[in-house]
């Protein structure tokens, strides 16, 4: 079996963001790595982040929010950070080859906006998780 590379995604509550990076992420290259998400503050999955990877076909089975502590002194081979300028709190994790920050709006606040329906809700989760699918097929394309 070949070593599969291994990748944490952070953000604040492991609720929207890195539960979609994470998703993604396995769905599009699971052959290639191992995929994590984790949260400075674990809150429960949002079930628009859910819906919206289960729209594209991912399996969301095994998304659950975990707490960065449970991977502190693993080694990764990619630790990217999700977290928004207004989120600094956000750790440099020492024990990994790469580290990254790209930054993506945080779905949490499109969930709480009461002024939005349900369905302009999941439109901004969509968008959201378009923007972050993108980048992924870029960043992480496995070479041929």
């Not at 429960?44 to 729209?55: C, G, S």
């Not at 002024?115 to 378009?130: A, H, P, S, V």
Request: hydrophobic share 35%; charged share 25%; aromatic share 10%.
């Amino acid at each position: 079996m070949t070593h599969k590379t291994r990748v944490l995604f952070i953000c604040h509550a492991n609720a929207g963001r890195s539960q979609l990076a994470e998703g993604l992420l396995r769905h599009l290259y699971g052959d290639h790595y191992q995929v994590e998400s984790a949260g400075l503050d674990p809150r429960p999955v949002n079930p628009l982040t859910l819906q919206v990877l289960q729209e594209i076909g991912v399996d969301t089975s095994s998304q659950e929010a975990k707490s960065l502590q449970k991977f502190v002194g693993q080694h990764f081979d990619w630790v990217v950070s999700l977290c928004g300028k207004e989120d600094e709190k956000c750790p440099l994790f020492l024990n990994t080859a790469l580290y990254i920050h790209q930054e993506f709006p945080d779905p949490q606040a499109i969930s709480r906006d009461e002024d939005l329906t349900l369905e302009e809700k999941l439109e901004g989760f969509r968008w959201i998780r378009d923007q972050i699918r993108d980048w992924i097929e870029v960043q992480f394309k496995p070479a041929l």
